[in-house]
């Protein structure tokens, strides 16, 4: 159901006999903002051995990359890979974020005296 308003509900038997059923108001409820995922300094990579800080920018509750018990704010990022966060508000109206891809720098070459 696409709209809000007063909705019912007709059973019909097998001798074509129906009943209606009390109607019930239907209220439609916006989305959440969509949610994103900032850092500190703008940046979406770091060196080997190092990690991100990502930060949560959402006004709801929220979980990050689909899994509903990861509920922070923040994150370190120590793997490269695609993050998200899905915002989700008191009623369960839920709004997936975009994709933030964070990448991995390698070092360079050990220097030599």
């Given at each position: 159901m696409n709209n809000a308003g007063k909705v019912a509900v007709?059973?019909?038997?097998e001798f074509n006999c129906s009943t209606v059923s009390d109607s019930v108001e239907v209220k439609t409820?916006?989305?959440p903002a969509q949610p994103s995922i900032i850092t500190?300094?703008?940046a979406n990579a770091y060196c080997i051995g190092d990690s991100?800080?990502?930060?949560?920018?959402?006004?709801?509750?929220h979980y990050?990359?689909?899994d509903g018990t990861i509920t922070v704010d923040s994150l370190w990022a120590s793997e490269p890979g695609d993050y998200f966060?899905?915002?989700i508000d008191d009623f369960g109206c839920s709004n997936a974020g975009e994709i933030f891809e964070v990448t991995?720098?390698?070092?360079?070459e050990k220097p030599t005296l």
């Open positions: 007709t059973a019909v038997n409820r916006a989305l500190e300094n703008g991100l800080l990502l930060i949560a920018d959402s006004e709801v509750n990050w990359n689909g966060i899905v915002a991995e720098n390698p070092l360079p």
